[in-house]
């Protein structure tokens, strides 16, 4: 357009003049600019994975639940997917994931299950396999997976391991369920046991999570209760090794302990490990005879030595539970658990590679699956899509997928800066505007509920059961402040460096008037869960949350009202936000915007022209703000919210927070990992 100018005008004003006028004409850039939404992190897997098996070290496996979670489409380029002719159903398709270059990508396969999870997946050799789950689901493939043929189990028992010799094998589930076949797993029924030739259910309806065996005749099964405690039946005992000398034709109870037990690996007839909760590990080198507790007094010994606090159900950090163990020989075995923990065995020691109690880090996923194909050679899967390799035996682990937690909250404090925090204590912080993203160390198992920034260093967060945490040094250290409360933090804002308010579940509103060092109760008046809080001075604020609950201040808290417009509404609102002391607006279910022009003496419905569900609202200025909601909603306004319009994306997840930094600035975090920012169109 500008050449065309200067050509139309190029006879009247002469070459020179010409120049000079279009120079400036390019250098004022009058063009507009125009900006796009574009998804910068997500995850690769929107599913948790429960187990991993290779046959060599290119092919491999790996299964888990995609029930209810929509697939991504297409993931970055080092993690490819292929979904195949029935990608429209693959929104509640249970995940078979397959690799044959040592898992640099991973390409789905149909597994043609929906809505029940795959807990177990095993492959003879690289084309016979099978996968278990729940509600009695087998599948068997004789093509490396290209395609999968359900099997009739007879049961509607959640299935949770699989171990097939030549000819015959056994798969074991929930209640006592064993399933064993005698034709090399084509055929499987379900069968009653013994113990030792006694009546049948020698298990007593107990959980079967594990079964392995050396050879035809000998083998073991670990089991937990499901008993209940009233139970005349029941004990302290949870967890159960039973082991078979008959080829399981009869089971003898050898062991019982405490703690619930998940898995075991034997090497031989002698040899052999099971792991459990609260980081139980047993050991035996006489078959079963006796096992000695290799993990005895460890947690007591952990909570003395790193003095960390306790956590979930006021246990030590310590006691997290492991869930899956694999070895290669006998001198090379690994465990995996909760908080990302990978214990391995060497020189009849074991000891943390990564996670766990003393190498916790934010955000670190609950690892379900282990195997190893060589001594160096490992892969570990667990939630949020979590894929882990390492090539030396795990002195260094790298990730072979992007995580896929939920974030629920987002803070800019620049355009390259910003903070955000989600699940299981994940913190990341970025400052080169998105490129990298840092797990920080948040020293919390909790999952947050929200975020703010007062500088780049000075910040906050909030979580479930009360915590606040609070760094100075832009999160290279968080500290935890007293909040007198234990209910569940979900929102937080602070108007300077001293005051801020949080609120929660139980109508819960806390206030502190010296940067955190101390957290005082407010009377919120209400028991309803509040979602927001927002305030535009130290003495004018808004809370808002479930049955149609707005709440407003103009004494900084000391009493909190009602607005009248609760009485007449029981919708769940979700986020409020104000642009000026007259001006606000609030978000929540059904598409709900409402806004105020007289500081929230009377509100009205603004139109969204969307039934989805709205999870938050930001303004910077009186008249432009936007508001992000499900399955990928953006909404736009310059007009003070009379006229809303939908802002393309490249993602159909649900975003949860949205934090601007001006009109052409901005950030947004949502389910599955997803971060989106701002980007001009070029």
Known sequence: MLAKFCSGIRTTLGIPVLYLLCFILACADISPKYFKWKTIVKGDWSAHLYDVHFVSKKKGWAVGNQAGIRAPLHTNSAHTTNLGANAENAGTESIIIHTDNGGKTWNRQQSGIFGKPLKKVYFRDMFKGWCAGEDGVLIRTADGGQTWQQLETDTENNLHDIFILENVGWIVGDWGTVLKTIDGGKTFEPIEIGTNGDTPSAFNKKSLRGIYFVDNMHGWMVAYSTLDSSSPDSTRNSGYIYATSDGGETWAEQFSTEPALFSLHFIDRTTGWVAGDKRSLFFTTDGGNTWEFVTEGSNQRHKARYGQPDYLGNEPLHTFTLYDIDFVDEAHGWIVGDLGVILHKQKNKWKHQRGGPRFHNSADAILLGVDFITQKLGWVVGENGTILHTRNAGVTWESQSSPSHLLVDIHAVSPKEAYVVGDRGAILH????????????????????????????????????????????????????????????????????????????????????????????????????????????????????????????????????LSPISRHYDFWLDAVYFASPTLGWIVGIDGTILHTENAGKTWHRQQSHTQNFLDDVFFITETEGWVVGKTGIVLHTKDGGKNWRPQRTDTQTDLKAIHMGGPDSGWIAGQYGTILTYTEIE
């Open 430 to 561: 970025t400052r080169n505007g998105g490129t990298a993203w840092i797990p920080q160390d948040s020293r919390t198992t909790e999952c947050f509920g929200a975020t703010h920034f007062v500088t780049p260093e000075k910040g906050w967060a909030v979580a479930e059961s009360g915590v606040i945490l609070h760094t100075t040094n832009g999160g290279s250290v968080w500290h935890q402040q007293f909040s007198d409360t234990v209910q569940d933090l979900l929102a937080l804002f602070f108007i300077d460096e001293q005051t801020g308010w949080a609120v929660g579940s139980g109508g819960d509103i806390i206030h502190t008037d010296d940067g955190g060092k101390t957290w005082r109760w407010q009377k919120s008046g209400t028991s309803a869960p509040l979602f927001d809080v927002h305030f535009i001075s130290k003495r004018r604020g808004w809370a808002v949350g479930v049955r149609g609950t707005i709440l407003h201040t103009v004494d900084g808290g000391n009493r909190w009202q």
